[in-house]
């Protein structure tokens, strides 16, 4: 089992930036790659970025790319995601994942967390 739990979640201004934070435990997490995923009222929930295990690969969700960086800390079993350069549309509760195949896709992901609400205003 890994257990995972995000922070750094709240209020944002647009063109402003947040730090997520995700503290891992339990199993090996760093045999694990790592995800982002976010869900809006009344959307599908989306991938936003995904980090392999020694952090040498990472991808993003297209809505995101160029402002939103992944990043992990395998001695600390922490994955982070800095969002720069928000705006409303990125309003959303975020979710970390753990899983053992790379990919965007939800279903490949074995663990998540419980989310962190993130809101932008204009």
């Known amino acids: 089992q890994v257990q995972l739990v995000e922070s750094g979640g709240g209020l944002a201004q647009a063109g402003g930036s947040l730090r997520l934070s995700c503290a891992a435990s339990?199993?090996?997490?760093?045999?694990?790659?790592m995800g982002w995923f976010r869900q809006a009222p009344g959307k599908e929930r989306e991938f936003v970025a995904i980090i392999s295990f020694s952090g040498g690969s990472t991808d993003y969700g297209d809505s995101v790319k160029g402002r939103f960086t992944i990043s992990r800390d395998n001695a600390k079993n922490t994955v982070y995601l800095q969002m720069n350069s928000l705006s409303p549309e990125d309003t959303a509760v975020y979710y970390c994942?753990?899983?053992?195949?790379?990919?965007?896709?939800?279903?490949?992901?074995?663990?998540w967390g419980q989310g962190t609400q993130v809101t932008v205003s204009s």
């Open positions: 994942a753990a899983g053992k195949r790379y990919g965007s896709g939800k279903d490949l992901y074995d663990y």
């Open positions: 339990g199993r090996t997490v760093n045999a694990y790659y």
